[in-house]
């Protein structure tokens, strides 16, 4: 049995090699009133250093005891000690394991004690092992360690998940600071971290330029490591969208450098300052918005390049000048050579600015303003493909409308149709027509190419329509308005505790424990100020 020792609160000092470095207030006076009452049930764990002694294990504990005596009693009050001679590293161990094996760690000090040991010397393998964690969860507590001060402070209060905090631990320095400018104060959550990143970062698809362009970069998308769909990506497990480029300066300088690409591969067949337009030319437009006071910013990279190509000698116009902002043609459609051939039609490069203000480039076939002579110059097919398309758009508009006109009908009879009869076998495939739309299971219920629209999948298989519907009421509560919306909020409580009811009440059990903490604290404060609860004055 290890020997007890009282000694002196005022020859223990606290180590700086433990990484736990916050201590509830609330919590830690709640410990002392149980240590005036009962005593202190547990020694701390202490060694020596010089004249003087560290503590090794057990300075929650140390605090909530000094916190009875005082500054004053510090120099007289004893607390039990386990003394114990141990070198740094014993003794850093020893804090490492007694705060990794807390249920309330802090996950920050969690991504420091990680840290510490790999400072050290030791993997994530030996660590992950070491204390029954993955290696991917030792790494991504690791890299919280990146994180912007402000976000540090939330993910520690609790503001910002954990899942958020992963995510963000990936940009740069720069753009943390950014996301912790721009996002709520009260709660930031994976979504909220996901929409700044579709907005931040560029989505490579939409650039144009083949696979095979390097740029400045001299790196391909598809081999670079800031590619999103790469799993070399920081990324690669975070963003489930389209592939998307996570350096914005690389991505700006790929892109100006594709847009003179473009240029200068067309410079033989650009429209120059002072020449006619003729058929057969390419013609630099800008368009900078809508209205007629629409500008770019004088700092634009938009406004930049324009000015460039101007300089450059080329013809440089404001589409909707020249050109009507409507028509265009595609590549294949059959009716362009005669266009192009006549001087109707005209291959535009047209410089615009998208709405997070970077600069855009889009290639396209145009219709001249004000001329109406396109259908003149049509062949008989290429008239009756016009006509043909004209037909089908027509019908298409005449079923826009009925509908619309359905929807009127339907919202002033809900009430009268809305009866108590039994569903029919036609309302029962309606209904399960209107879920699996609405949830997109087409995969999971095994709805094939094959098996035609839903609608007719629906009609020959009504015996699914207690799998549809439960499938719609599992969708329904993983939607995000469950958290917000009170009746969803209980519905999807009685139910997951109904179908999960381990996994649900472990949740429940991690969420209300340090509620009751907080809960308590605020109703005694109110007490001592004479109210209850609510917030009722008591009589």
């Given at each position: 049995m290890k020997e007890i020792e009282r000694i002196s609160l005022g020859l223990i000092d606290t180590s700086p090699m433990n990484p736990r470095k916050t201590f509830d207030a609330d919590a830690l006076r709640e410990l002392s009133e149980n240590i005036r009452e009962q005593g202190l049930l547990q020694p701390i764990t202490v060694r020596p250093v010089g004249e003087r002694y560290e503590i090794v294990c057990g300075e929650r504990r140390y605090r909530a005891y000094a916190m009875i005596y005082g500054e004053e009693g510090m120099a007289i009050a004893t607390i039990p000690c386990i003394v114990r001679e141990m070198t740094d590293e014993q003794a850093f161990d020893a804090m490492i394991a007694e705060n990794l094996q807390r249920k309330d760690v802090d996950p920050m000090e969690e991504a420091s004690a990680f840290s510490m040991l790999i400072e050290r010397g030791d993997s994530m393998e030996d660590i992950a092992t070491r204390f029954g964690k993955s290696v991917r969860f030792v790494g991504d507590r690791i890299r919280l360690n990146r994180l912007d001060d402000r976000l540090k402070h939330k993910v520690s209060d609790g503001s910002m998940t954990l899942g958020a905090a992963r995510m963000a631990s990936r940009l740069t320095p720069q753009e943390q600071g950014m996301l912790a400018d721009d996002v709520d104060e009260d709660r930031v959550s994976v979504d909220d971290v996901n929409t700044w990143c579709d907005v931040h970062f560029m989505v490579i698809e939409r650039t144009g330029w083949p696979d095979g362009f390097k740029g400045p970069c001299q790196c391909e998308c598809s081999a670079c490591e800031f590619n999103s769909a790469n799993e070399g990506c920081l990324f690669h497990d975070m963003l489930t969208n389209s592939a998307k480029c996570t350096r914005r300066e690389k991505f700006n300088a790929k892109r100006i450098a594709w847009y003179h690409q473009v240029i200068d591969d067309n410079d033989d067949v650009l429209l120059r300052k002072g020449d006619p337009l003729e058929s057969g030319k390419t013609v630099i437009t800008y368009d900078p918005g809508y209205g007629p006071a629409a500008a770019f910013d004088p700092d634009s990279q938009s406004k930049a390049f324009v000015d460039e190509m101007v300089s450059r000698g080329y013809e440089v116009r404001l589409i909707s000048d020249l050109f009507e902002r409507w028509t265009w043609y595609s590549d294949d459609d059959e009716r362009l050579p005669e266009l192009i051939s006549r001087g109707i039609a005209y291959r535009v490069i047209n410089i615009g600015q998208g709405y997070t203000g970077d600069m855009t480039m889009t290639v396209s076939y145009r219709?001249?303003?004000?001329?109406?002579?396109?259908?003149?110059?049509?062949?008989?097919?290429?008239?009756?493909?016009?006509?043909?398309?004209?037909?089908?758009?027509?019908?298409?508009?005449?079923?826009?409308?009925?509908?619309?006109?359905?929807?009127?009908?339907?919202?002033?009879?809900?009430?009268?149709?809305?009866?108590?009869?039994?569903?029919?076998?036609?309302d029962m495939a309606a209904l399960m027509t209107l879920v699996v739309m609405g949830i997109g299971e087409r995969k999971t219920l095994g709805i094939g190419d094959g098996d035609g629209d839903v609608m007719s999948w629906a009609s020959s298989h009504l015996y699914e329509f207690d799998r549809v519907m439960r499938l719609f009421m599992l969708h329904s509560m993983a939607e995000r308005k469950c958290m917000w919306d009170p009746t969803l909020n209980r519905l999807q409580l009685a139910t997951l505790e109904r179908l999960l009811p381990e996994e649900t009440d472990e949740i429940i059990n991690g969420c209300e424990v340090p509620m009751q903490a907080k809960l308590a604290k605020i109703e005694k404060e109110l007490a001592e100020l004479g109210y209850d609860k609510n917030g009722k004055k008591v009589e």
């Open positions: 219709k001249l303003k004000g001329d109406e002579s396109a259908e003149a110059a049509e062949t008989p097919e290429l008239k009756a493909k016009r006509l043909a398309e004209r037909h089908i758009d027509l019908r298409r508009r005449c079923m826009e409308d009925i509908s619309g006109r359905l929807c009127e009908l339907a919202s002033e009879r809900i009430e009268t149709l809305a009866n108590g009869n039994p569903l029919s076998a036609e």
